[in-house]
């Protein structure tokens, strides 16, 4: 980007999903525009002797969580160096409001310092997102606002790295998922660091005033430096097309002992919005209805009545006409079908699109993978529906149906992009920022909650379809042929033990 004279660095990562380059390059472009003006406008101050350095990380399977992105960090010195004074970490809706007011704060702080610094969250229970940490009393332990920016010392950055390599013997964690990237940071660090002062504690996240949660917040006595924006549909894609709930089919996951409980409760807030809604179950009950998936219910994972579900929706969906989309969700989701469609206005629907909530699992070795947790709701385009039902099969009918999905498209070349609207538990679950900064889609669970007043207060109401009518751009043909895939070994999951083979027709994982 260019710098401000040969002196101490400091390195701005842009952590970027591929469906959000634009605003990626955006950012940098904003500011290397705002380090030309303080140059030309300005004396440089001797005290801001940096070189000035902006890398964008785009997301390669596992670099979406900062501590799996520190080996990468680490083995290339030219960003990760001991020149490094100041890190700052962003997100692709990040907003940088002056690189001179982050310069004059940077300069007040000390560098050398086990440090790191941002708008700090706090659970107001103890939740399952976070793995039931501090469950004792979760409300004290702060956690980054990673779209609003963070902010580290190169010296608790290289402490990090270190910590983190392949080889290091003393790094543990406390799940093999990745699930909330900024708390398991913040948990990790504090878990595994000691401070630079003996007996001065652990370290915690620093709440900085000038690092802020939303744009409403730049207003505030002391100056934003570094906010949060909310992620708009039409920052996908260059071309939109119109898109509504009678473009998407909704296949939904029940059995017969939920038909009484919970189908009432999607009939009476989300479905009108969902006139392409089926009822998958494990007995045909004409009263609802339901369709028979032709499997008996099991109390866990549900990978063979998932697959099934697919190949019975992929069937009906040749019947109907102008389904571009499928949307499989648990029984106990609740969703916000306008926001829903919305958002897949600006998704080519004729590619290979599978979005969701993403989840990681041992993202930090080599068999590691993504996915999309199955409760917040999972999209596919319906030629990704083809290519699923043509090569992915279940090692056991009781494998965890999201996992084993995740897994197969991994393998398949397919990413999985990540949805910040969709959500695996309840809004209780979450800290108020990250709701009020990006309209929920969906939220799971009816678990100590009223359904119909979580819908009223989160889902419903004037968001609606906001996207932008386009021409989409020519349609392709996404028949794939099946995969030869080799050489991936075993891997260990949890009740299943799976491998590829490239010499049948389905990935048999």
Not at 124 to 131: F, K, Q
């Amino acid at each position: 980007m260019g710098c401000f004279c040969h002196g101490r660095e400091i390195l701005l990562l842009i952590s970027c999903p591929q469906q959000n380059a634009h605003s990626c390059q955006s950012l940098r472009e904003n500011l290397r525009q705002q380090r030309q003006q303080i140059s030309e406008l300005e004396a440089i101050p001797a005290d801001y002797d940096y070189v000035i350095k902006v890398h964008i990380m785009h997301e390669l399977f596992n670099y979406w969580t900062i501590l799996d992105a520190m080996p990468q960090l680490r083995s290339q010195t030219r960003l990760l160096n001991a020149n490094t004074d100041w890190i700052i970490w962003c997100q692709h809706n990040t907003h940088v409001s002056s690189l001179r007011g982050l310069l004059d704060q940077l300069n007040r702080r000390n560098a050398q310092e086990l440090a790191y610094y941002g708008h700090a969250l706090y659970d107001a229970e103890a939740t399952i997102v976070h793995h039931f940490a501090h469950y004792k009393n979760p409300t004290w332990f702060p956690y980054p606002m990673l779209s609003a920016g963070v902010i580290f010392t190169g010296a608790l950055l290289r402490s990090l790295a270190e910590l983190v390599a392949v080889n290091a013997l003393n790094a543990t964690r406390h799940s093999e998922f990745a699930i909330d990237a900024a708390h398991e940071l913040a948990r990790f660090i504090f878990d595994n660091l000691a401070p630079s002062v003996p007996n001065d504690g652990k370290i915690i996240l620093k709440s900085a005033a000038y690092i802020c949660p939303s744009p409403e917040s730049v207003s505030k006595p002391v100056s934003c430096v570094l906010h949060a924006k909310p992620e708009t549909a039409t920052g996908n894609a260059v071309h939109c097309v119109h898109t509504t709930g009678a473009h998407i089919y909704f296949a939904i996951k029940t059995c017969a002992k939920f038909h009484k409980e919970r189908i009432p409760i999607i009939e009476r807030t989300w479905a009108a919005d969902a006139k392409r809604r089926k009822y998958y179950s494990d007995v045909a009950d004409a009263d609802i209805p339901t369709i028979s998936t032709g499997l008996p219910n099991v109390p866990t994972g549900h990978c063979a009545k998932t697959l099934a579900i697919l190949q019975l929706s992929l069937k009906d969906i040749t019947q109907l006409t102008d389904i571009r989309w499928l949307m499989l969700v648990d029984d106990d989701t609740l969703l916000s079908v306008p926001r829903l469609s919305a958002l897949l206005s600006c998704y080519n629907h004729t590619e290979h699109i599978y979005l969701g909530e993403r989840y990681g699992y041992r993202l930090y070795a080599p068999d590691g993978f993504n996915y999309h947790t199955g409760g917040a709701g999972i999209v596919l385009s319906v030629p990704l529906v083809r290519l699923i039902v043509e090569q992915c099969s279940c090692p056991a009918a009781n494998a965890p149906d999201d996992m084993i999905l995740g897994y197969c498209l991994q393998a398949l070349g397919v990413p999985a992009l990540h949805a910040s609207g969709l959500h695996q538990a309840r809004p209780q679950d979450y800290a108020p920022e990250l709701l009020h900064l990006n309209a929920p889609i969906s939220f799971h669970k009816y678990w100590q909650t009223t359904p119909e007043h979580t819908y009223k207060r989160w889902l419903a109401g004037a968001l609606g379809n906001t996207s932008v009518r386009h021409v989409a751009g020519k349609d392709r043909d996404e028949r794939a042929t099946p995969m030869q895939l080799t050489g991936h070994g075993l891997l260990q999951l949890v009740n299943m033990a799976t491998g590829l083979d490239g010499t049948t027709k389905h990935l048999d994982l």
